[in-house]
């Protein structure tokens, strides 16, 4: 393997033959390079995916009232199911082994005044932890604390269009706008995190001041954010649990599903996860086809080296060389020439995708790359790569015998 006067007798075959090796090494470098390439760009789709329209504690379940669409215990189809504080902590107290947070909302339009303007508007009540569960980012001032809860405080956080609605050119935190009959103080103003304008026109309150506000203890949905770390089937499993749960607690049909939604964004992780792994699977395909057709032509190289150097060959056996130094030296060949070409396919493939960067970030591609594991599979695959490509050709060689080869013309 480390004998020099071989490594010398391999190079000089390869430089005799300078065109024929590039052009038979250029397919495998092309074949790692498109593989690579995919791979990483596939990495950064899922990546720039999930940025869009998943952040992290956002595998969310949420539930809220219909109305029912079937009787179901002596009760009548067409029901307006409302959900109440008791289904909150009902929820919040049967499974806490499995929540991180779970908070209920109490959704409102209403009209929001000052002394410029007036117009009507959604406003929700909610608590502190629903900061964590939107798509919504501060960009002024601070959300809802504990504090107002605790206070039942007229505080509001506003949308940034809600902000240039009612102070134009203005910082609008600690202003006052009227929401119905009371008066709120700005606290807060945040942007949609997508860019969507309705959002941008939402109101949020503390979840206790609107139960007082409005004297009710009817809630609008309740949102469950899983424990980090639970698994998509494992949300699935609680989503179900929830539903069976709640249906029965307002008699509703297990099979009925207009009466109550429960809503599961893992599913939707779970669809894309499938997806994805769709198109992983075609990724390795076209890799693959490359990969194959790259190690058909190393393997088609090798036997016109083989054709070539036959009285060599059986010269070699004359004098004694064994079958299995001739086998070694034609697979050292075809490996040495697979390894240096992929190794350019491999290193060219990487610098592309790792300078990416963002500038893919319009087609939902973002932070592309490929792991350092799936490089060195990638290596692993171009070592097997040129041993199969060789194989055959250097068994042919390890067979001829002295006496025919030294009568080939």
């Known amino acids: 393997m480390f004998d020099v006067d071989r490594w010398r007798e391999i190079w000089s075959s390869i ?76 929820i919040k107290n049967s499974f806490p082994d499995q929540i991180k947070y779970v908070i209920a909302t109490i959704a409102k339009s209403d009209t929001i005044r000052n002394a410029s303007n007036s117009g009507s508007y959604s406003i929700t ?22 504090k107002d809860m605790d206070n039942q405080a007229k505080s509001v956080v506003v949308g940034r269009l809600v902000a240039q609605d009612f102070f134009p050119n203005q910082v609008a935190i600690g202003k006052y706008l009227q929401i119905g009959k009371s008066m709120y103080q ?15 026109r939402a109101l949020y309150a503390p979840f206790s001041t609107f139960r007082t506000v409005y004297a009710t203890d009817k809630v609008s949905s309740i949102i469950i954010t899983p424990k980090d770390g639970i698994s998509l089937p494992d949300i699935s499993k609680l989503a179900d649990a929830i539903d069976v749960n709640m249906k029965g607690r307002h008699n509703v049909s297990p099979d009925d599903y207009g009466g109550l939604y429960v ?19 075609i990724v390795f395909i076209i890799g693959g086809g490359s990969l194959i057709a790259g190690i058909v032509s190393i393997g088609n190289i090798m036997v016109f080296s083989v054709k070539e150097r036959t009285k060599e060959i059986g010269i070699r056996k004359a004098l004694g060389a064994t079958p299995w130094s001739v086998l070694s030296l034609i697979l050292q060949e075809s490996i040495l020439i697979t390894i240096i070409f992929g190794a350019v396919g491999i290193a060219l493939a990487a610098l592309v995708v790792e300078n990416i960067g963002d500038s893919l970030e319009d087609y939902f591609i ?39 080869a030294l009568r080939d013309e």
């Open 263 to 281: 809503r599961n964004a893992a599913e939707a992780m779970e669809d894309t996860n499938q997806f994805f792994l769709i198109l992983t699977i």
């Open 15 to 90: 430089s005799s033959n300078k065109l024929r090796t590039s052009l038979s090494g250029l397919t495998i470098a092309l074949a790692l390079f498109v593989f690579i390439t995919l791979y990483g760009l596939g990495n950064g789709l899922q990546n720039g995916f999930q940025k869009q329209f998943f952040k992290s504690n956002s595998l969310n379940i949420s539930v809220s009232g219909g109305t029912t669409t079937e009787p179901y215990k002596g009760f009548k189809q067409g029901r307006t199911i409302e959900l109440d504080v008791k289904d909150y902590n009902f």
């Open 366 to 404: 973002y932070n592309p790359g490929v792991e350092t594991n799936s490089l060195i599979t990638a290596c692993v695959i171009l070592f097997v790569a040129g041993t199969v490509s060789g194989f055959i050709p250097a068994l042919n060689a390890a067979r001829i015998k002295p006496i025919d």
């Open 125 to 146: 009540g909610v608590y502190p932890e629903y900061e964590s569960m939107i798509n919504e980012e501060i960009s002024l001032g601070r959300f809802i604390n504990k």
């Open 186 to 200: 700005i606290v807060g103003v945040f942007e949609s995190a997508d860019g969507g304008d309705n959002a941008d």
